[in-house]
């Protein structure tokens, strides 16, 4: 509050200090349950319980079998700043450990009352804590299992203002599920339990396999569907010898499983949870053309790196790290996706597709539980994730079957028969993903088709201004045009593609479309160019088509590289399979 009589500088009080600290580090009963559950990982816990009430705000309780906090050092683990994970400065560059600031324990401890309950192999009891606003209450002897446990009460009971800006119960405890998930998936062989309100929600095996760990998560319709990385990390957290480049690894959904949102994709670095916006747009950028406009991939994606080419210690709560070829980790993040998609998902059946756009209030299948998906750059033990357990968790191969031509129905699909059953192709669909790959293919053939008379277009001013913007790239793509006034353009040639359109209408259909396309963000301008002609160009849904001109269509189809969406991402095949045949008739 402004004033005119001037404030001495003073040091803040430790409790004040604690709070405002508290502030960076926990900031809902989620980060709560991170920082915990990350403690009991370094302790090498091979069970992790965590229990909460109220999504958190009465009770959050972790407790772990791991080594336990010696009775001596149980007040200085919750002093600020301190830590066993870090000797020297020198050490952040080599971080091995998810946690390592020394700060958790203090900042949980300053907002709310924890207590602490702990036992090393080697004690003959344990040793209890009572902590109550940054301010320790009592310690006693007392009985207890080897490891450590934690109970937080009444989070944020004295800053009224923190309470408020928390959501609501079930939304705070899908946070916390959310997370719980993550390090279930990240940290396989260590067992997971989460407890909401004396019910048991979550529970993973800890045995170590991929395929269990995605189960437990995913349910098992979903975790089949999943299609994994081709170069699993290899990397553990103590590797002195580890190799310099990234490793990428994990698992991703096929293109017909998309989300509203980007929440699904999940990035871990060394096992460690990572908030970073270029990596989860390398991942987007992946499925580019195979997904519809506004719609996200499910992704797991865990990258491997020896600790002196990450810098973890940039965010207080640990959520962002700092990558010494940060280009090198997203080209190698961006390239291990597309391979993974363009090569593995397969064509989905009637019963698994995915509408689109999708009706209101469906955003998802109902079995595919939104936003659970994490990774593992460091696994500790066990298979690694990857092609190992593709049989287990991954779907066939991408490319078409060579099918056999039935007819046109509604002259809008092609029916063809396949050796799984009865194949149905958007005709307009398949017909711009062939087009749009042949023009990709060759950027420098691209031919065009001269107007035997240069025609005068005139353009809306956006329009205009786009055409004028990028001149080169529509000549690149196979239109001749010049500046004809201040909102007209002279055209005197169009691409091949586009000989049979009127060339005024071609122009504006594909400039608008290309603007359109503007909200596909880091997308090249080429690209959405070449898309909009295709767009424009291909056979239309209500075209009549002879059966050779059907046959020809889908032997181009099977050839293509991704050959089950356009260059929006809309499905351009889909089947019905004789299992469903049969059931339909009576026969299942």
Request: charged share 25%.
């Given at each position: 509050m402004p004033t005119d009589e001037r404030q001495p500088i003073r040091l803040l009080d430790d409790v004040t200090a604690s709070r405002i600290a508290a502030g960076e580090v926990v900031e809902?009963?989620?980060?709560?349950?991170?920082?915990?559950?990350?403690?009991?990982?370094?302790?090498?816990?091979?069970?992790?319980?965590?229990?909460?009430?109220?999504?958190?705000?009465?009770?959050?309780?972790?407790?772990?079998?791991?080594?336990?906090?010696?009775?001596?050092?149980?007040?200085?683990a919750l002093a600020r700043h301190a830590t066993s994970k870090l000797r020297s400065a020198d050490d952040l560059d080599h971080v091995r450990t998810l946690g390592f600031r020394g700060e958790a324990l203090a900042a949980i401890a300053s907002v709310s009352?924890?207590?602490?309950?702990?036992?090393?192999?080697?004690?003959?009891?344990?040793?209890?804590?009572?902590?109550?606003?940054?301010?320790?209450?009592?310690?006693?002897?007392?009985?207890?299992?080897?490891?450590?446990?934690?109970?937080?009460?009444?989070?944020?009971?004295?800053?009224?203002?923190?309470?408020?800006?928390?959501?609501?119960?079930?939304?705070?405890?899908?946070?916390?599920?959310?997370?719980?998930?993550?390090?279930?998936?990240?940290?396989?062989?260590?067992?997971?339990?989460?407890?909401?309100?004396?019910?048991?929600?979550?529970?993973?095996?800890?045995?170590?396999?991929?395929?269990?760990?995605?189960?437990?998560?995913?349910?098992l319709d979903v975790a089949r569907e999943l299609i994994p990385l081709r170069a699993p990390p290899t990397i553990r957290l103590a590797a002195e010898d580890a190799p310099s480049g990234p490793r990428v690894g994990g698992y991703v959904g096929p293109p017909h499983l998309h989300r509203a949102t980007r929440r699904d994709i999940s990035i871990f670095v060394n096992g460690r949870p990572v908030t970073d916006g270029a990596l989860v747009h390398a991942v987007v950028q992946a499925y580019h053309t195979l997904l519809p406009g506004g719609r996200y991939p499910v992704a797991l994606v865990m990258i491997g790196l020896p600790p002196a080419q990450v810098d973890v210690n940039v965010h207080p709560a640990k959520t962002e790290v700092r990558f010494r070829d940060a280009r090198g980790v997203f080209a190698a993040v961006q390239r291990a996706v597309r391979a993974a998609v363009t090569s593995g998902a397969h064509v989905p059946g009637i019963r698994e597709a995915r509408a689109w756009p999708p009706p209101a209030g469906h955003e998802s299948a109902p079995d595919a539980q939104p936003g659970l998906l994490a990774s593992d750059g460091a696994p500790a033990a066990g298979g690694e994730?990857?092609?190992?357990?593709?049989?287990?968790?991954?779907?066939?191969?991408?490319?078409?079957?060579?099918?056999?031509?039935?007819?046109?129905?509604?002259?809008?699909?092609i029916v063809a028969e396949g050796p799984d059953g009865l194949y149905l192709v958007d005709q307009h669909a398949a017909h711009e993903r062939i087009v749009y790959e042949d023009l990709m293919?060759?950027?420098?053939?691209?031919?065009?088709?001269?107007?035997?008379?240069?025609?005068?277009?005139?353009?809306?001013?956006?329009?205009?201004?786009?055409?004028?913007?990028?001149?080169?790239?529509?000549?690149a793509v196979g239109f001749d045009m010049e500046p004809f006034g201040p909102d007209t353009v002279l055209v005197r040639a169009v691409p091949e593609v586009l000989a049979r359109s009127d060339a005024a209408a071609a122009v504006r259909d594909v400039l608008a479309l290309a603007q359109v396309g503007r909200s596909g963000a880091g997308e090249a301008m080429e690209e959405r160019l070449v898309r909009a002609v295709c767009k424009r160009a291909t056979v239309k849904a209500g075209q009549a088509l002879e059966p050779d001109e059907m046959r020809a269509l889908v032997r181009r189809l099977e050839t293509c590289a991704a050959p089950r969406t356009c260059p929006h991402g809309r499905p351009t095949v889909t089947v019905l399979t004789l299992r469903d045949i049969g059931r339909a008739l009576g026969r299942g």
């Open positions: 809902r009963p989620a980060s709560v349950v991170k920082e915990l559950v990350e403690n009991s990982l370094d302790a090498g816990a091979g069970t992790v319980r965590v229990e909460m009430e109220a999504g958190g705000r009465r009770l959050i309780r972790v407790i772990d079998d791991g080594r336990g906090i010696p009775a001596a050092d149980v007040e200085l009352h924890l207590t602490l309950l702990t036992r090393t192999a080697d004690a003959l009891e344990g040793v209890e804590v009572r902590v109550t606003n940054g301010r320790l209450e009592g310690r006693r002897p007392l009985g207890a299992a080897v490891g450590t446990r934690v109970t937080v009460e009444n989070l944020f009971h004295a800053q009224p203002a923190r309470l408020r800006f928390l959501r609501t119960d079930q939304t705070e405890a899908g946070h916390v599920t959310l997370l719980v998930m993550r390090y279930a998936l990240a940290h396989r062989n260590t067992r997971f339990e989460l407890v909401r309100d004396g019910r048991t929600v979550f529970r993973s095996t800890g045995s170590g396999d991929p395929a269990d760990a995605l189960a437990a998560a995913f349910g994730w990857g092609a190992g357990t593709a049989a287990a968790c991954g779907p066939p191969a991408d490319r078409l079957p060579p099918l056999r031509v039935l007819g046109q129905v509604g002259l809008a699909f293919a060759r950027p420098a053939e691209r031919p065009s088709q001269r107007l035997l008379v240069p025609e005068a277009v005139r353009l809306a001013p956006d329009l205009a201004g786009l055409a004028a913007e990028h001149a080169a790239l529509l000549a």
